[in-house]
DNA sequence: CAGTGGTCTAGACCACTGG
DNA sequence: CAGTGGTCTAGACCACTGC
């Protein structure tokens, strides 16, 4: 039985033999076995998980306590549960929002009646991390990276310019024809072809001038301010997998934030 | 028993009599019904609010009822859980973070490092509202509103402009004399002596130049690209009672973003 | 109609805080 | 040590979905 959460008893939580600080709930315990199960590729972006009552079974808990595992699991996005359905791994494909971390919106707030942005893929090319790249993705310098450029474009204005970093190991084979190739997010992308998935992300937000070619790229004059938006996307267990530096015409769109 | 549920039976969820569409969990109702008492001001920011036990039997449901209720008012930031003494309404008053709107954060990371900020107020005047302004405080063109111009400075570097508007109503006696008083933040004003308490808040982030009467308030060249952040402050249900007009410098600072 | 997640209860016990 | 929130269980029933 390597899958009980601990070596506690049937139904007793732990934390009575072991020297371990402060108190782990069980359901925490839970908790982390499911994420281990997710990390590892047991269940698939898409997928369903098992249900409550099953995965009770397996882990020799109460459904009760499966449930406030999930629900945790559910409220940071990394699982979906669908009443009268099941529990499904979240995942950046077939979701309505096309893209889950964008947060740029037409000044209408209208975002359907835009459309789908059109995407142009500037080059992808292999080449060895900077040091800041490196520190940010958790590598050393000179480590190879992929680098990605690209402008999407709304009813065909260019409007936003991207340029980011991905670790060379885990994305090994991307080039440009493929994400050329590729209808949908990129994330989706990530997830179906390099069994990457993005969880959560921190951005670092300026207002900068372009330079040069960041301006041609876009067609605005260089007097234009944009938007900087500095974004290092995580996988699971906090591991830092990409490095966008993305700048955003703001003229016509706005970046929209929740505060809660 | 008027603060009973509904006209439902001691324990059962309601649903039963009335055509209410779709149905409407027990845990939601009691949801509501903290929400009233929280609104109405039977207990203020900073207070506890009855134990579980004692919301449970005036209520007449169950604790754990009464705790998912609860759960959910504290994961939206009304409500404060501490273990082993109660639950107390959420203030921006005696809150760690001085503000919790704010999220401009110096590039070196150390928030604590970087102190307190140096705030002045420019003005505080009486006004009618334009029409812009009224729509978003959902009032009509030309009712009475404040409007608060005031500079924050970090290490005696202003950092940030911003102009905001109050409903006059619920600000009546609002002064520059009072703001420039007040020791905390400006929410805590609004909550200790006007019984309005910030909930939620909607932000639209640009990327702008300023004007010669911003760039001199500010100190900064003309040509300094600037983040501009409208943000709407929310009440209780969602009524808007403040629009703010912030411009960040962002050579120093930049707005820091989570995405979940 | 079977299976899933969603709600609700009742009771036991645990961890934490303050006096 | 009394009181609070936090965890866990067991069981009943409800709402929703798909076949």
Redesign the pocket.
């Known amino acids: 039985m390597s899958t009980s959460p601990t070596a506690a008893a049937d139904?007793a939580?732990s934390?009575t033999s072991s020297t371990t600080p402060?108190?782990s709930?069980?359901?925490?315990q839970i908790k982390s076995l499911i994420l281990q199960s997710l990390h590892g590729g047991e269940w698939k972006p898409g997928e369903p998980?098992p249900?409550?009552?099953?995965l009770a079974g397996r882990f020799r808990?109460?459904?009760?306590?499966v449930?406030?595992a999930i629900d945790e699991l559910a409220a940071e996005n990394l699982l979906v549960?669908?009443?009268?359905?099941?529990?499904f791994v979240a995942t950046h494909a077939e979701q309505h929002v096309q893209y889950r971390f964008l947060k740029l919106v037409p000044d209408s707030g209208d975002i359907e009646a835009e459309g789908p942005a059109q995407r142009e893929i500037v080059d992808c090319r292999r080449q060895r991390a900077s040091a800041d790249v490196a520190r940010a993705l958790a590598l050393r310098t000179g480590d190879a990276v992929l680098q990605v450029r690209r402008v999407l474009a709304y009813r065909g204005v260019p409007t936003i310019l991207e340029e980011l970093w991905l670790p060379g190991t885990p994305f090994k084979g991307l080039t440009a024809e493929r994400l050329r190739a590729w209808r949908g997010p990129m994330y989706a992308l990530f997830e179906t072809e390099f069994g990457v998935r993005m969880v959560r992300a921190e951005e670092k937000i300026r207002a900068v001038l372009p330079d040069r070619a960041q301006a041609e790229l876009l067609a605005v004059p260089a007097a234009m301010p944009l938007l900087s938006v500095e974004r290092l996307a995580l996988t699971y267990h906090d591991i830092p997998m990409e490095l966008r530096r993305g700048l955003y015409r703001t003229d016509t769109h706005h970046y929209r934030n929740q505060l809660g």
Chains 1, 2 share one sequence.
């Open positions: 139904t939580p934390s402060s108190f709930p069980l359901y925490q998980i249900s409550e009552i099953e808990v109460s459904q009760g306590t449930r406030k549960r669908r009443q009268g359905v099941g529990t």
